[in-house]
């Protein structure tokens, strides 16, 4: 279901849906998306902790999975997004926001600044106390991203667009390409259908004894023969 602000939901995809007991999309995120006249669409999964989790849940490419970082500066807390299929470098985010110290934030300092459950940060700085945002710039290259909201079981679907004009991020190249790689899901083999393969072991031994008895006759008649 997309939705959007002020209207009933206006299209229906098929997604990947587990079955959970979750609390949906959190409530205040939610209102403050349809407050701001984004469009989204809310992405139900069974309970991951990590981006790469989502992705192989969802069966979708680690570009398009949005991964939130907290990075503290001299100059205050920072919200840091980039796509599952980077990593960050702290060296090079330090010249794009031109500070002398950076440290990645904690679950503590997270729970401390925010009253979050630890590693549940979304990825949307106007809620969080207005918190600055950096955007890494190859997120540009999908048409569309999944989001964390805040809890283990539940994604936004946005277009960067929105998400762009909703936190008026930094958008700048800060990260390294992740050796990261989403497993192939495993196939089960089907067993053979009676009388086609190769002859159970109990029938390999009959095949034999009647091989060697052919070429016996076969050398007997020739003997005759001559």
Known sequence: IIRQAGHAPIAYKKEVI???DSMAVPKKL???????GST???VAHRTVYTAYDLAQTLRSDLSEIVKTLLVKTE???RLVVLPASQRLDLKKLKKVLGVKSMSIANERDMQ???AVKPGAIHAFGTLLKKTPVVADKTLLKA???IFPTGNFTDS??????AYVSLENPVIAHFTEKSTLKLTAKRTQR?????????????NVKKVQKKAVRRSIKKKTARRRTR
Request: net charge positive.
């Open 18 to 20: 587990i079955e959970h």
């Open 30 to 36: 939610s209102n403050h998306l349809e407050a701001a």
């Open 40 to 42: 989204y669409e809310p």
């Open 75 to 77: 100059q205050g807390l």
């Open 112 to 114: 401390k600044h925010f």
């Open 143 to 145: 048409k569309q991203l």
């Open 156 to 161: 936004v679907r946005m277009k960067l667009k």
């Open 190 to 202: 089907r067993k053979p259908k009676k009388g086609k393969g190769r002859p159970a072991k109990k």
